[in-house]
């Protein structure tokens, strides 16, 4: 296949989604910007709680990940009750787990806060916000099966359009229902949870039309017995566990950053978020490489064809490169934006934020290519356990203890814990890049019967 034509299947796959998450960073920008006209102390509590949020969905988001590979493979395969089956039965599993896990915080959410150290008018604002946004999740990660299933099907801008209005209703109802515009309240952050809630209600709901109903492109159809449960199960479990592993394994090291943060003080705290959320902007817009990744290899390993999975992992990795560094120059530049941005946060947290945009954006290539193998090449070529592995290793034996011995036993404080990060990109990198010589496609990439 001409590489020029390989391109374009990249492109239909990554703008798309690579779109959809910067509108959906975007979103968060937004809410950032308003949440911040209420201080640094709504900015820090909103911080903390993502970084608890973020453990639960982004584990449970591993089962779209999952999900999206073997969709891709049983698709490429012609197979399309395997489509069916897996699809609805992670969709199920997504919903009825994430509530599971939700409820018990929701419940606790003020002790909980309280527990992680957080100063107490942080905690106090925390408990307004908190368990509107773990409600949520069921919604998020249903709907993250369902945009999963799409993209593997070759359906990506759908949910782009769903994720635009998403946004266009959150934004505005978080402006509306933050300082009470109209008959509206004025409910702070309480309003902008609900918010996200309301515009995570409609995206699910119109993604699973548009999955199932009306002209549906795959059919709603569990498994009829108790050893087909039992096999789709193992299949997308075999996937989304290491995933999930690795996605608690990153997600645990960003909160143990936070807390890294908070000991150094709410000021340091806030602008991390900050550093954070413009990272992800720019970091993220990358990150349709890594699902196309997952789609096309995934396809081509479905279709047995090794030679054709190998190529597309290695020129995946080669435009990963590029936009790398393209959008780390963009990231870097909003180092001198931030005032613009923020009017409402202090010069000494401005500061701090700015020197860590200009670290983190260093690092943003080995980032990207750590997203394309980690999360697309090396699960697509069945490897999963080595990117638990080295994102293990990465964050608790390189990064968090280097960011301890930078930020406070050498004193370096905010400083050490950002450069701290930036290592830890590194060691990673190196070692996906050790495991991915190492793989094995003909092994993987197998014909289906009758095909």
């Known amino acids: 296949m001409p590489d ?16 959809e998450t910067m509108f959906q960073l975007l979103l968060g920008f937004i809410d950032q910007v308003i ?15 993502n970084s608890v949020l973020a453990v639960v969905y982004v584990t449970l988001g591993a089962l779209g990940t999952g999900t999206g590979i073997l969709v891709a493979r049983a698709h490429g395969g012609g197979q399309a009750q395997v489509v069916a089956r897996t699809s609805s039965t992670a969709a199920a ?5 994430s509530l599971l896990l939700a409820l018990p915080f929701v419940a606790l959410a003020g002790p909980f806060l309280k527990g992680l150290g957080a100063a107490p008018a942080v905690a106090a604002a925390g408990r307004t916000y908190f368990p509107v946004v773990l409600l949520m999740l069921p919604l998020a990660t249903v709907g ?5 299933t799409l993209r593997s099907l070759g359906r990506p801008r759908i949910p782009l359009a769903v994720t635009l209005l998403a946004v266009a ?14 008959p509206f309240p004025r409910l702070g952050l309480a309003g902008a949870a609900w918010a996200t809630f309301a515009a995570q209600a409609v995206k699910a709901l119109l993604l699973l039309r548009c999955l199932y109903g009306g002209r549906a492109l795959a059919r709603w159809e569990l498994p009829p017995t108790l050893a087909e449960w039992r096999r789709t199960n193992t299949e997308l479990l075999h996937l989304a566990v290491p995933l999930g592993a690795k996605d608690v394994s ?3 090291a960003l909160f143990g950053y936070a807390l890294l943060y908070q000991r150094i003080g709410t000021g340091a705290l806030a602008a991390s978020q900050i550093v954070a959320t413009l990272e992800n902007l720019f970091f993220l817009a990358s990150i349709g490489l890594m699902v196309a990744a997952t789609t096309l290899i995934g396809q081509a390993v479905g279709s047995g064809d090794a030679s054709l999975a190998q190529m597309r992992a290695r020129i995946l990795l080669r435009t990963g490169a590029v936009t790398g560094l393209a959008f780390g120059a963009l990231y ?5 934006l931030l005032p613009i941005f923020y009017p409402h946060v202090g010069r000494s947290v401005l500061s701090i934020a700015a020197g860590g945009v200009v670290i983190s954006a260093l690092f943003q290539p080995v980032r990207v290519r750590n997203m394309i193998l980690g999360g697309g090449v090396l699960p697509s070529g069945g490897d999963a356990r080595s990117v638990v592995i080295g994102d293990a290793l990465g964050a608790f034996a390189v990064g968090l203890p280097l960011a301890f011995l930078l930020g406070f036993a050498l004193k370096w404080g905010v400083w050490g814990v950002f450069a701290a990060r930036g290592v830890e990109e590194v060691s990673k990198a190196l070692f996906f890049a050790r495991r991915a010589g190492r793989l094995s496609w003909a092994k993987v990439a197998v014909r289906p019967a009758g095909a």
Do not use: D, K
């Open 35 to 49: 949440i911040g006209t209420l201080g640094t102390v709504a900015i820090a509590a909103v911080g903390l709680c």
């Open 144 to 148: 993250a099966v369902a945009s999963a």
């Open 169 to 182: 209703l959150n934004t505005a109802g978080a402006y509306v229902l933050v300082f009470g515009v109209g």
């Open 332 to 336: 870097l530049s909003m180092a001198l």
């Open 93 to 97: 599993l997504a919903g009825a787990s």
């Open 4 to 19: 020029t034509h390989l391109h374009r299947e990249i492109a239909h796959i990554a703008v798309p989604v690579s779109l």
């Open 250 to 252: 990153w997600t645990f």
